[in-house]
């Protein structure tokens, strides 16, 4: 069965950096393209970041764009969210996610597997 397992959340200050983990069992991330969605509370859960199979293509949410990156540990079979610039909007539960596809996508609805969240709270 296949399970992905966030950590790397916690309480950080306004202008901090984080990193998010995510591993997975039982299934290979070189073969399917992943991504990082967030819920805030009262919120929908909405989209973050994308990586395509190969980490060649890459999408962002325009609120995330030029202080988040994703990318892939292949040898470790991970992928990661670094967190820069952070602000207290960001606070969030962050989800791994992972789509039967090898290309990106930014809906909900397209993605087959998620892990159970990680927090991550940004202070002011």
């Known amino acids: 069965q296949v399970q992905l397992v966030e950590s790397g959340g916690g309480l950080v200050q306004a202008g901090g950096s984080l990193r998010l983990s995510c591993a997975a069992s039982e299934l290979t991330f070189s073969s399917y393209a992943v991504a990082w969605f967030r819920q805030a509370p009262g919120k929908e859960r909405e989209f973050v970041a994308t990586?395509?199979?190969?980490?060649?293509?890459?999408a962002y949410a325009d609120s995330v764009k030029g202080r988040f990156t994703i990318s892939r540990d292949t040898a470790n079979n991970r992928v990661y969210l670094q967190m820069s610039s952070l602000k207290p909007e960001d606070t969030a539960v962050y989800y791994c996610?992972?789509?039967?596809?090898?290309?990106?996508?930014?809906?909900?609805?397209?993605?087959?597997?998620w892990g159970q969240g990680t927090q991550v709270t940004v202070s002011s």
């Open positions: 990586s395509s199979w190969n980490g060649r293509s890459t």
């Open positions: 996610a992972v789509r039967h596809d090898l290309d990106i996508a930014t809906q909900k609805h397209e993605y087959n597997y």
